[in-house]
């Protein structure tokens, strides 16, 4: 019977519950366990095996690039940083409410290090949401006009609750992927939440987009359901290029 219950299991890919069938039987065999209590072991180990896989996909399909939490980062040495303000941010309260965040700061602040730790809380947290280089979110923007698979891409990367557009600095731009960027954001306000790390304070965007009645439009919106961070702080960088945080982590 043990087989045919194995068997069954297999069929219907229930992989949780296989996982644990023969040491949650052979506790029931000896302790006289009631069906009722194998039954919900057994569902409960399939949920959480569901979870724990729904999770994993959420963080491969983001596409993070390094690993970084807000747990490992390194507050005591970036005073810039508020870490209390942080751990309420990582409550997730701001993509309930479709809030922007905006991390502004100079090279190797951390800016980076805080999105993507915010960005993995919401993943593990059972948000979807995805890691993008501004340059290659705007090189994808543009390729996608050669197809005409803008409006399909946007409708895409507007389903994320967050996306994250990090690095957002001196880029190459041509008047395409400006309109595709602004058509993106403007699609987002007010509907889901979107990260960006800058090295460019807010007037200084008037030089990268140079189309000051877009970028007003979308300074408006960004800034009306937005949440800017400025980090007045130390490099976390060492003079090697290296930083002080752990090998398999990278701050900005």
């Not at 963080?59 to 690039?65: G, Q, W």
């Not at 891409?153 to 507007?158: T, V």
Request: hydrophobic share 35%; with cysteine.
């Amino acid at each position: 019977m043990r087989e045919k219950i194995r068997q069954l299991l297999i069929e219907l890919r229930l992989k949780g519950m296989q996982n644990v069938l023969d040491p949650e039987l052979d506790a029931a065999e000896k302790n006289g366990t009631a069906i009722q209590k194998i039954l919900y072991r057994l569902l409960c180990e399939e949920l959480a095996y569901r979870q724990q896989r729904s999770m994993h996909y959420r963080l491969n399909h983001a596409k993070i690039p390094f690993d970084w939490t807000l747990k490992t980062f390194p507050f005591d040495k970036q005073p810039g940083v508020n870490k209390s303000q942080m751990m309420s941010l990582a409550g997730l309260d701001f993509i309930e409410r479709a809030e922007n965040i905006v991390f502004i700061g100079k090279p190797g602040t951390g800016k980076s290090g805080l999105a993507i730790g915010l960005l993995r809380q919401a993943l593990i947290n059972g948000y979807r949401g995805r890691f993008y280089n501004a340059q290659d979110l705007l090189d994808e923007l543009y390729a996608s006009l050669a197809d005409r698979s803008t409006p399909k891409l946007i409708k895409r990367l507007c389903n994320y609750p967050v996306l994250l557009i990090d690095e957002l600095g001196y880029l190459t731009l041509n008047s395409e992927q400006v309109n595709a960027f602004f058509k993106l954001m403007g699609e987002r306000y007010g509907k889901a939440s979107t990260i960006i790390t800058t090295n460019l304070d807010y007037p200084d965007w008037y030089g990268l987009f140079k189309r000051k009645t877009l970028v007003d439009a979308l300074l408006d919106r960004l800034k009306h359901r937005c949440i800017t961070i400025q980090i007045n702080g130390p490099s976390l960088r060492t003079p090697s290029g290296k930083t002080d945080a752990p090998p398999s982590t990278k701050p900005e």
